[in-house]
């Protein structure tokens, strides 16, 4: 029903940046909750940030001042502007996407991109 598919994952090294983008199937505007998590192996998947319809952003405490998350409902993606990365944030980042399909609250995930930190 909806396809989201990230973008721009790689390796960098610390104190590097990286812009993730999440490019979603159909209007985001249709979305209530727009997010990127993560996963580092042997980890549970975290949410990192997110951003509602109305532009309302949160992050996970580890990632502030140096992530941000935006959306660009004409071009009907999601991105993830991380600066200065640390090894720990090294991960595979998933775009996750909430919305009401007229029944049930329902959420869809991209495929995931690697984010590699290393010097």
């Known amino acids: 029903q909806v396809q989201l598919v990230e973008s721009g994952g790689g390796l960098v090294q610390p104190g590097g940046s990286l812009r993730l983008s999440c490019l979603a199937s159909r209007s985001i505007l249709t979305f209530n909750d727009m997010g990127w998590y993560r996963q580092a192996p042997g980890k549970q998947r975290e949410l990192v940030a997110s951003i509602t319809n109305y532009g309302r952003t949160n992050y996970v405490d580890s990632v502030k001042g140096r992530f941000t998350i935006s959306s660009d409902s004409a071009k009907n993606t999601v991105a993830l502007q991380m600066n200065s990365l640390k090894p720990e944030d090294t991960a595979v980042y998933y775009c996750?996407?909430?919305?009401?399909?007229?029944?049930?609250?329902?959420?869809?995930w991209g495929q995931g991109t690697q984010v590699f930190v290393s010097s």
């Open positions: 996750n996407v909430q919305f009401f399909d007229g029944r049930a609250m329902r959420t869809a």
